[in-house]
């Protein structure tokens, strides 16, 4: 999965930073958690969503821009995906690379991974926070798959989130690149973003990823995750957005646009 910008987008920063995933506490990407503490004020005072027309002009114009936005965690298959993004909980995407290239360079699958043991990944990760829970989460999911799941990675969300360090947040995630299923898992960054300008307002992470998933067209909601999280990362950005140079600037509503 290489790593790969966005296009521009939206606005304005934001003082709320969402809890972390309900098992990890892993901000995803860090993946967002069920509730985003000190919000509740902003979200009062925050403008009307925008309307279905502007949500789609919305889609359009990252899609025109990007058409297929790719995630910035380094995988190889399925499994390595589930791996990295268990691993980028309370860690930087590019922390979590640097770690993991020599670890999948020799273990790519469960089996290899289990072969390795719980001592041998956690010099691998010891640069990652939180590598000692990290480690023993691995090798518990690796014994899951190998045991239960024939060494696959199951395409259930269910089932997914029977493995250790594995929450609805990261789950959802894996099932999205993986499996091409159109889940939008929010983050602190697509928390920012649907609040802002705002495309969906909502006071923890989960209710905005059920209302997103429920606005978003269908023919963007695919690609909706990558769009936002990559939007929010590098334009809306949390203390100070690059709102001039923003693609959709003219449809946010957010009403502290920063100057140019």
Known sequence: MAARKTPPSVKSPSRRRAAGDSKTGAASGRLGGRIAPATNAHIETAPEAVDSATLTEIFRRFHTAEPEPKGELHAVN????????????????????????????????????????????????????????KAKNVIALSRILVERHGGEVPASLEALQVLPGVGAKTASVV???????????????????????????????????????????EPYRLHAHHW?????????????????????????????????
């Open 78 to 133: 399925p499994f390595t995906l589930l791996v990295a993004v268990v691993l980028s909980a309370q860690a930087t995407d590019r922390g979590v690379n640097l770690a993991t290239g020599p670890l999948f360079a020799v273990a790519d699958t469960p089996d290899k991974m289990l072969a390795l043991g719980e001592e041998t990944v956690r010099s691998y990760i010891r640069t990652i926070g939180l590598f000692n829970t």
């Open 228 to 260: 936002l999280i990559l939007h929010g990362r590098y334009t809306c950005k949390a203390r100070k957005p690059e709102c001039p140079r923003c693609l959709i600037a003219d449809l946010c509503r957010y009403p502290s646009k920063t100057a140019a």
């Open 175 to 217: 099932l999205n690149i993986a499996f091409q299923v159109p889940r939008i898992a929010v983050d602190t960054h697509i928390f920012r973003v649907s609040n802002r300008i705002p495309l969906f307002v909502g006071s923890t992470t989960d209710k905005v990823q059920a209302g997103l998933e429920a606005i978003v067209p």
